[in-house]
């Protein structure tokens, strides 16, 4: 497995190419990936859109977005039976690292 400064480097790069060109199918595609591997789910599914919205029906895509959709749903049911009945998730829970890039499309 690449380490964390390799992986930031090389999504670093892409977010900067992908800034230049939000066009490009496989800079979307490459940093959905990344962040999928790392288990960022909201922003590789993002990527993984945008890359879908260029490209639909890519069937690698749909198998990505499908993946992302079940992790995302097991996370959910485990927060949600982490909590007792009524009582709303702390905003904490949800807490994003200043560290992390903001997609904007």
């Known amino acids: 497995m690449a380490s964390n400064t390799v992986i930031n480097r090389e999504l670093t790069d892409l977010l900067h190419t992908f800034t230049n060109n939000p066009f490009?199918?496989?800079v979307c595609s490459r940093i959905g990936?990344?962040?999928l591997n790392t288990g960022k789910y909201s922003l590789a599914r993002a990527y993984?859109?945008?890359?879908?919205?260029?490209k639909p029906q890519s069937?690698?895509?749909?198998?990505?977005?499908?993946?992302?959709e079940a992790?995302?749903?097991g996370a959910s049911s485990s927060?949600?039976?982490t909590i007792?009945?009524?009582v709303k998730?702390?905003?904490e829970l949800f807490y994003y690292s200043s560290e992390q890039t903001v997609l904007f499309i």
């Open 84 to 86: 007792s009945p009524g």
């Open 24 to 26: 490009d199918f496989s």
């Open 33 to 35: 990936s990344i962040y």
């Open 79 to 81: 927060l949600d039976k």
């Open 89 to 91: 998730p702390s905003p």
């Open 48 to 54: 993984y859109q945008k890359a879908n919205d260029l």
């Open 59 to 68: 069937p690698e895509i749909i198998s990505q977005l499908k993946q992302i």
């Open 71 to 73: 992790a995302l749903q």
